[in-house]
């Protein structure tokens, strides 16, 4: 079975600073799907950004990029000048395609709880 | 209205009460999800259905019981739950199972049992 691991429970960042969010997965597949959510207090769960596993390139979303490697299943986050409205729960989520027996479930890692400082 | 809706907000409950939690896509999405959000665990799914047939009962008690009449709407109705059923219950849809697409959630339902 496939498992998300998010090794930093809390992080803190300085306004207008960098901060990375670190997410390790293990997985038997080579095709899947990597995801981070974003969750505010008590607010909508949305999404930040993804890779496909085929894809060398990392993902960039305007302040939002990762750090894929494949080959060590490691998928971290890096948000760039760091703004009051990044602070959230951050989620890693893993899933694979659907087909065959698997219907593509999505797995959660524990969160990461962002706190950005003015 | 667009996106995933989910009602009502928050939901106190005894523990012999019957209660249903809804939620509403206008998305056009062809799969919809109930995930459980408890303080300091991943989120837990639950139920998956895919044009309103049920493709995962991942585990979960008989006191839940999902209901997907049509592509749009999903329900999860409660009875006799426990105290540890005190959670943040979590609604989302994709345009279908697996794939690139992310899944879009609701804000949840607090749900806390007395």
């Known amino acids: 079975a496939q498992t998300v691991t998010q090794s930093q429970p809390e992080m803190s960042v300085q306004e207008a600073e960098t901060v990375t969010l670190s997410c390790t997965y293990d997985t038997s597949e080579s095709d899947y799907y990597l995801f981070w959510y974003k969750q505010p207090p008590s607010r909508q769960m949305i999404l930040v950004i993804r890779q496909e596993a085929y894809k060398q390139q990392n993902a960039t979303e305007n302040r939002f990029s990762v750090n894929f490697q494949k080959a060590a299943k490691s998928f971290s986050l890096k948000i760039s000048d760091s703004q009051l409205g990044d602070a959230a729960m951050y989620f890693c989520a893993y899933r694979n395609p659907a087909g065959g027996t698997s219907y593509g479930k999505l797995t959660f890692g524990q969160g990461t709880i962002l706190t950005v400082h003015p | 209205e667009t996106g995933v809706t989910q009602t009502p907000r928050h939901l106190v409950m005894g523990m012999t009460n019957k209660k249903s939690l809804k939620c509403e896509q206008h998305?056009?999405?062809?799969?919809m999800y109930w995930y459980k959000q408890s303080a300091k665990k991943p989120l837990e799914l639950m139920f998956v259905y895919s044009l309103e047939e049920r493709v995962e009962n991942n585990s979960v008690p008989s006191r839940f019981s999902p209901e997907c009449p049509n592509s749009s709407h999903l329900f999860l109705h409660l009875h006799t739950l426990q105290p540890e059923d005190s959670a943040l219950y979590l609604c989302a849809s994709s345009q279908v199972l697996g794939g690139r697409q992310p899944q879009h959630f609701g804000d949840g339902t607090r749900l806390s049992i007395l």
């Open positions: 998305l056009g999405h062809n799969a």
